[in-house]
């Protein structure tokens, strides 16, 4: 369905035309999966409400400004061409807003107690009762796959073999990787969280799902009161050490609430000019846990366990992953120059006039993070372009 008409809808169409909604089973918070269909037995291809796939479409909550996951889709669909979630915003603080939870609340007071569907639920329910957004977003449609779903699969000639064989996927990672940095979104690639990686199995198109900015603003980490965002310094965060953890050491999101649940990590730059050190000691390392995870379940129901890559598999995979990182660069340096830099800057200003400010939204990180690219882009060493950026972070903090 599309996510344009739905939010055309007044709050009495959201009572009515939302015939069933359920939680999904995975994340903190996961989303909300929304029917306007009730089941036909007599036609396969319609409304399934066992089957996610099948809804028309996805309500996800969330804390802060719907501004951070716009502004990643726009800059990720116009560098690399991924795929979107076409996604919507609904303010909670909306006569909108407040019909989309008391229709959610509908489908949660009928599961029954005691059910996994209502355990769920009440899981789940501080978060999209406190939500200050909801995203409307599409729903991903069959050829598209979740990488740590297909990596771990059995032994077939599938798994994590057919994945580093896919060159088409493979590059792609690799122009996910250059984006996620520029946008400081480390929960997916930088730290490997593969549950975030959707790509189509027909042409290794990556989607650009679970996205998000992390440019973490110097004043909010200082005055964090959670300390959560804070790396482990042992002390209070100075102008240097926030220019130098954007550059090395990733720091996670700030809290936007007292229900915000754990905070993603941000993506340190110097991992986009090191992408050899990131695929061995980062990627690979990771892989080859789930991989061994995988072989023991496998083991323990007498299932075939999955085959592990060859070495050559490996090297011929990180050879096209780095060929898209380089590629993804060379599209980013593009988007962060002349006027195209100037269209980046209207974009994130009228995300924030539209859906407010948000303080993992910060435009001085922004800048922090392009100026460090050009930098490296132009030869500079890494300690020389972080002794740069920190001396802009003092005059700019």
């Known amino acids: 369905m599309n996510t344009s008409e739905v939010i055309k809808w007044s709050p009495a169409q959201w009572y009515d035309k939302v015939k069933f909604a359920k939680p999904s ?8 999966f929304c029917w306007c269909q009730t089941p036909n037995p007599f036609y396969s291809g319609g409304a399934d409400y066992n089957n996610p796939r099948t809804a028309d479409f996805v309500i996800k909550p969330i804390q802060g400004s719907a501004a951070t996951v716009r502004f990643a889709e726009h800059m990720m669909k116009h560098t690399i061409g991924a795929l979107t979630l076409h996604t919507k915003p609904i303010n909670r603080a909306t006569p909108h807003g407040a019909a989309v939870m008391y229709t959610i609340l509908k489908f949660r007071n009928a599961a029954q107690t005691g059910t996994p569907q209502r355990k769920r639920w009440d ?36 798994g994590l073999r057919y994945l580093l064989r896919d060159q088409p996927l493979m590059k792609n990672l690799g122009l996910l990787f250059a984006v996620d940095a520029i946008l400081g979104n480390g929960d997916r690639l930088c730290k ?17 799902v679970d996205s998000t900015t992390v440019l973490t603003n110097y004043r909010e980490l200082v005055n964090d009161p959670s300390y959560n965002s804070w ?11 926030w220019a130098k953890a954007i550059v090395s050491d990733s720091p996670s999101a700030i809290p936007t609430t007292k229900h915000t649940p754990i905070t993603p990590p941000a993506f340190a730059m110097q991992m986009l000019f090191d992408p050899d050190t990131w695929w061995r000691d980062v990627f690979r390392k990771h892989l080859l846990e789930g991989l061994h995870r995988a072989e023991k379940e496998c083991l323990a ?24 990182v380089e590629e993804g660069m060379t599209a980013i340096d593009n988007k962060l120059s002349g006027f195209n830099w100037l269209g980046v800057k209207s974009k994130y200003k009228e995300y ?5 400010g948000d303080p993992n939204l910060d435009w001085t990180n922004f800048k922090l993070r392009r100026k460090y690219f050009k930098l490296r882009r132009g030869g500079m060493s890494n300690e020389q372009a972080i002794s740069a950026v920190q001396s802009y972070a003092r005059h700019k903090a």
């Not at 129901?301 to 898209?324: I, L, M, N």
């Open 25 to 32: 089973g995975g994340g903190a918070i996961g989303v909300v």
């Open 123 to 158: 899981s789940v329910w501080n978060h999209v009762s406190n939500a200050q957004a909801y995203l409307v977003q599409e729903t991903l449609n069959s050829g598209v796959l979740e990488f740590g779903d297909e990596a771990y699969s059995g032994g077939n000639g599938q």
């Open 192 to 208: 490997p969280n593969t549950g975030n990686i959707m790509y189509n199995c027909w042409n290794g198109m990556v989607w650009a």
């Open 231 to 241: 790396p482990e310094w042992g002390e209070q965060p100075t102008a240097n050490s």
């Open 301 to 324: 129901k007498h299932t075939p366990p999955p085959v592990p890559p060859r070495p050559h598999e490996w090297d011929q995979a990180r050879e096209w992953f780095k060929s898209g």
């Open 352 to 356: 924030v006039k539209r859906f407010g």
